[in-house]
């Protein structure tokens, strides 16, 4: 890992996912969390405050131990139980179906294997259990899909792998995920930034 992806990233993604425009998408996607959770992608713990009392606990993975060193400041005023792994959504290292929710705040789009890790998240869920998910991804608007294949080999090398154009929907369903409710549209900035995809899919 290099000094920027190990010193500097972790406080760039920390600024960026600060943003005030996207609380209303944290407290909608985390109002039905409940039971055991599983964040996947914690980063420095943004979502903690959003948490409902029906989730019980929380194990917050991320392969970045200084976003993690963050979150643990966060957790500190938590209500609910937090425990942090380091470590990869791609090798969860949880017992199958011993999740109640595994939740993904722009996550899928910097996971080097967003497949194999969608498809550990729906080996760690219950049989009942639920994906809840907000991502940005492929728009479809082909002159924005031009633009979001233009940056994205950019933009990989400074947003820490993070993909402008990944077709989220359809990287949940090809995981085996059955997609009960989706929404999707234009938050506020650039469009190739900011085609978001929120909802919820059972395995």
Not at 159 to 171: E, F
Request: proline content about 8%.
């Amino acid at each position: 890992m290099g000094f920027y992806q190990e010193y500097i990233l972790p406080h760039v993604i920390n600024l960026a996912m600060r943003n005030r425009d996207l609380v209303p998408y944290r407290e909608r996607a985390l109002s039905s969390a409940e039971g055991r959770v599983l964040e996947i992608g914690i980063g420095s713990g943004l979502n903690l405050p959003f948490y409902p009392p029906q989730a019980r606990e929380i194990l917050g993975l991320d392969p970045s131990p200084r976003l993690i060193a963050m979150a643990q400041e966060k957790a500190a005023g938590s209500s609910v139980p937090v425990t942090f792994i380091e470590g990869s959504a791609e090798a969860i290292p949880l017992d199958a179906h011993s999740i109640d929710t595994v939740v993904t705040t722009w996550t899928l789009c910097s996971i080097p294997g967003a497949t194999n890790a969608l498809e550990e998240m729906r080996r760690v869920l219950r049989p009942a259990g639920q994906l809840l998910f907000v991502e940005h991804g492929l728009s479809p608007d082909m002159s924005v899909r031009r633009w979001q294949n233009r940056l994205t080999p950019i933009w990989k090398r400074i947003g820490g792998g993070c993909h402008l154009n990944r077709p989220i929907r359809t990287l949940i369903e090809g995981a085996g995920f059955h997609i009960d409710q989706v929404e999707t549209g234009y938050a506020k900035g650039p469009k190739p930034m900011t085609f978001m995809y929120e909802g919820r899919a059972r395995p």
